[in-house]
T-cell receptor, first 113, second 114 residues
Framework: AQSVTQLDSQVPVFEEAPVELRCNYSSSVSVYLFWYVQYPNQGLQLLLKYLSGSTLVKGINGFEAEFNKSQTSFHLRKPSVHISDTAEYFCAVSGGSNYKLTFGKGTLLTVNP | ETGVTQTPRHLVMGMTNKKSLKCEQHLGHNAMYWYKQSAKKPLELMFVYNFKEQTENNSVPSRFSPECPNSSHLFLHLHTLQPEDSALYLC?????????????FGEGSRLTVL
């Protein structure tokens, strides 16, 4: 079985500050990892994904994430956030023969002026 | 046309009503999904369709009845719902069911059951 823990339910930051949204996963098989973003009143959009290869993956809108197998983490980072980054961010995992996604509960990122 | 379109965006229904949610994808994908999003809970996968055949029913109550007439269209028929069924229902698609991590979502249908 797989599980995802997003350690912070809410993260408030000021505009132009760096941000890190934390995600830990549990799985007994090799994993694929994903971050999705949900802007207000919209569906989810794929932000970035780790399937294999380089552990540092870059996504849209200046976000990046690093896969750390020893710490079973896949934290999302952005060096300087904008007001428009205010949204809910979901970490998700799939792996092995279980191709379906298991989502975390989400982290609400609020960027204040 | 946007990739995945859901209608209606908002729906209010009584417990004895029958209504349907519609989803259409214009991406040429072969797999389609229904998810339920409730406050403070992870997204719950409800149904999976691959080449219009249902491959997964995640223990969803029978008051939710999916229909997939072709790979581009997906419906969720609703009847005798309960107030706890109030949620955002999201449709998604992927190129193949084995690429279920790379989902394209619609904007969702916000359902309120009175």
């Amino acid at each position: 079985a797989q599980s995802v823990t997003q350690l912070d339910s809410q993260v408030p930051v000021f505009e132009e500050a760096p941000v890190e949204l934390r995600c830990n996963y549990s799985s007994s098989v090799s994993v694929y990892l994903f971050w999705y973003v949900q802007y207000p009143n919209q569906g989810l959009q794929l932000l970035l994904k780790y399937l294999s290869g380089s552990t540092l993956v870059k996504g849209i809108n200046g976000f990046e994430a690093e896969f750390n197998k020893s710490q079973t983490s896949f934290h999302l980072r952005k060096p300087s956030v904008h007001i428009s980054d205010t949204a809910e961010y979901f970490c998700a995992v799939s792996g092995g023969s279980n191709y379906k996604l298991t989502f975390g509960k989400g982290t609400l990122l609020t960027v204040n002026p | 046309e946007t990739g995945v379109t859901q209608t209606p965006r908002h729906l209010v229904m009584g417990m004895t009503n029958k209504k349907s949610l519609k989803c259409e994808q214009h991406l040429g994908h072969n797999a389609m999904y229904w998810y339920k999003q409730s406050a403070k809970k992870p997204l719950e996968l409800m149904f999976v369709y691959n080449f219009k055949e249902q491959t997964e029913n995640n223990s969803v109550p029978s008051r939710f009845s999916p229909e997939c007439p072709n790979s581009s269209h997906l419906f969720l028929h609703l009847h005798t719902l309960q107030p706890e069924d109030s949620a955002l229902y999201l449709c998604a698609s992927s190129q193949e069911v084995t690429r279920a991590g790379e989902l394209f979502f619609g904007e969702g249908s916000r359902l309120t059951v009175l």
